[in-house]
């Protein structure tokens, strides 16, 4: 997984030893077992925020496999596979929407993001979660090329 996004400037991977380095601020490392897997953006702050297990396997085992470790990246960082800029890494459906949305104005992506992202939470089929969060992924993308944030933690 590192590899894959060794060129993205919005992620970084990070191994901290606690015997040998400590940390300061409210992290709380070790609590509801180990590893302790943490991830920061804007909305955490520096103090970051624990990662919620989305099945009942071990940590290392859920993380170790691919999809739940691209869903974390995904969902904690606002990275996606799909890029809207270049096509890379989107399938025929996402490419088709990715077309709809060019269309839209600013205020109809902001719009889209609004009505998509409580539906998101929602218990439904997994085929359809995945789509919801595929089609937020390039909304927000585009939301972020019209007003790009520059801010850094």
Known sequence: MTVKYKNNKKVAFADVNLSEEGIRGNHNPGAG???????FNKETGYEGASYVKKTSKAMCD???????????????????????????????????????????????????????????????????????????????????QVAPDHEEL
């Open 33 to 39: 077992g180990w590893p302790t897997v943490r991830y």
């Open 62 to 144: 859920e993380l170790g496999d691919e999809k739940y470790m691209e869903e974390l990246i995904q969902e904690a960082g606002g990275v996606f596979s799909c890029s809207v800029e270049d096509g890379e890494g989107c399938s025929a459906k996402e490419l088709k929407y990715i077309a709809k949305a060019k269309a839209m104005t600013e205020k109809q992506v902001t719009a889209q993001i609004v009505r998509l992202e409580p539906l998101s939470k929602k218990k439904m089929k997994p085929s359809l979660v995945a789509w919801m969060k595929q089609r937020l992924g390039i909304l927000q993308q585009f939301k972020e």
